[in-house]
């Protein structure tokens, strides 16, 4: 019984390491096959594709040659680098770069996969709810397809429905992926400054979030509440009865990408005015409600008829708390003031213990990095790039900014990309400027203060009276006996091995001294037998003594232990 569960899956799982090996070794990652397990399933004869777009392998970078594998390995891999390019403060720019240009891109489901899965996740007859369905999906993704339908009733709606088997492929390549990783920690240890392994674990969290349609329904319910009340934003409708964890419906936007221009020519739509006012909402959404579309790219945000703004697909979402948006802020308020100390302590405050060599290094690239717009008009700066330049401040500093915050740098890059597309002279540092101002100012109103003391005082209280009662306890284990101290030392492994071989060379340089005085008094006694004239045990000795003398000195004089 079980061997009939277990053996699909192992085959599967071993079928996807064929396809992983092939790939690594077509595009000559073969050092990396060298290593267990890959080095158990290896052919003794590999076939080579020398070519890829009529170009030898060999002449592609070695960042290419990762995008490539990722590309033609689907899925799974595709979705890990593009949450990958997300880490700018772990991964060179280069391969970043390369990573981005992977499309999200999978030929369609078949129709009678796609119904079967409907039957399956719907309780009622599918009919019984749906007047029509198209049959020709609007989008086709690696996790999942969308089709257009009706609901009886007339309300028109899309169905987001999960690829078959989608799940058992993702987590076949999380365990292969994870096996690459350990490959890289015991062989590769040059690699770990790019921390392979808090890469899969940020893409697994990711991914099985994304895996998750219930958990995207929520995201619009929470989406529809923070804008109830703003005129300018429009949130679709969730469809509860057609909702399951691989199935999303959700209400049909009937506009235009907001990058449509010649469309919002004929609707009298202003760019200006739409980037202020598109651009304005994500801010909001960030700045003050700390939760955010992090994939705003101009397909997922439309513009209604009458002028409304509607963001779609909330799969990836983004959220910063109270404590990194007020960070997050103060380093974009820095850029927008040119402050250089202002963005070195908002930098270092994501740091990991710089030295005050480093510091200093970081406060001269710091303002390097401003000195580019110094003398440049606010409607010139290029945010794009003073978004990647302080990226390359975080990657060559080794300063591991929190996830979410980089999703969220991401995000502002693609949304400026939009409102340029929009309006020519837009610049998002001089638009951002108000918003983070208003948020430290929030922060810092009497109110908010009055709060802070508050809760500080009540958390004061607290442990003033809980105190007495740990001292009670506290001498209570002293009286008793039981209390005890642990001490952990760090560093000290070194010292420890040089007192050692200290040691042992005293205590083998005594049993020689011994060893000599021994055998002298033998001689002295001049007792039998003899070698020469001389007593044959304390010749013995002498000559012992020696050997180990020698010895001792040729450990020091060679390898400086014993």
Sequence with gaps: MNTKSITPKRTSRLMR??????????????????????????????????????????????????????????????????????????????????????????????????????????????????????DSPLASASIAQVHRARLKGGQEVILKIQRPHIKSIIENDIAILKNIVSIINSYFPKYNAYHPAELVKMFEDSIRE?????????????????????????????????????????????????????????LGINGKDLTLRGIGLYFEQVFEHGFFHADPHPGNIFVLSDGRIAFIDYGMMGYVTETDKVDFARILLAMYQQDVQGLKKGILKFSRGLNKQKQKDLEYDVMYFL?????????????????????????????????????????????????????????????????????????YNPKQVKKELLKTFEESSLLLKELPEDVREIIRKVKEGKLHIEFEHKGLDALYNTMDIIVNRISFTLIIVALL???????????????????????????????LAFRLLYSIAKHGRF
Aim: hydrophobic share 40%.
């Design 210 to 266: 994304e895996l998750s349609f219930q958990k995207e329904a929520n995201n619009v319910r929470h989406f529809k509440r923070m804008f109830s009340e703003n005129k300018d934003v429009y949130v679709p409708d969730i469809y509860e009865e057609l909702c399951t964890d691989e199935i999303i419906c959700m209400e049909y936007i009937d506009g235009y990408k907001i990058t449509d221009l010649n469309k919002l020519k004929e």
């Design 371 to 443: 000195r580019n717009y110094t003398d440049v008009s606010l409607e010139n700066i290029d945010g794009n790039e003073a978004m990647k330049g302080l990226n390359a401040l975080f990657y060559e500093y080794k300063i591991k900014i929190p996830s979410k915050l980089l999703l969220l740098l991401k995000a502002l890059i693609i949304i400026e990309g939009v409102g340029l597309k929009l309006d020519p002279d837009y610049d998002m540092i001089a638009n951002i400027g108000p918003y983070v101002q208003r948020l430290l100012i929030k922060k």
């Design 517 to 547: 005085v021994a055998s002298s008094i033998v001689i002295m006694a001049d007792l039998d037998p003899k070698i020469y004239n001389i007593s044959a045990i304390g010749f013995f000795g002498l000559v012992i003594s020696a050997i």
């Design 17 to 134: 390491y064929e396809k992983v090996i092939a790939t690594l070794v077509k595009y000559g990652f073969e050092d990396i096959l060298s290593h267990p397990p890959f080095n158990k399933m290896v052919p003794q004869k590999t076939i080579l594709v020398p070519e890829r777009n009529g170009r030898k392998i060999s002449q592609f970078t070695r960042y290419e040659r990762i995008r490539l594998v990722c590309e033609e390995l689907g899925t799974t891999f595709i979705k890990f680098a593009q949450i990958a390019s997300n880490r700018s403060d772990l991964l060179p720019e280069d391969l970043i770069e390369e990573l981005v240009k992977l499309q999200d891109n999978a030929p369609p489901v078949s129709l009678d996969q796609i119904k079967t899965i409907l039957k399956d996740e719907i309780p009622r007859p599918i009919n019984e709810i749906l007047e029509y369905f198209d």
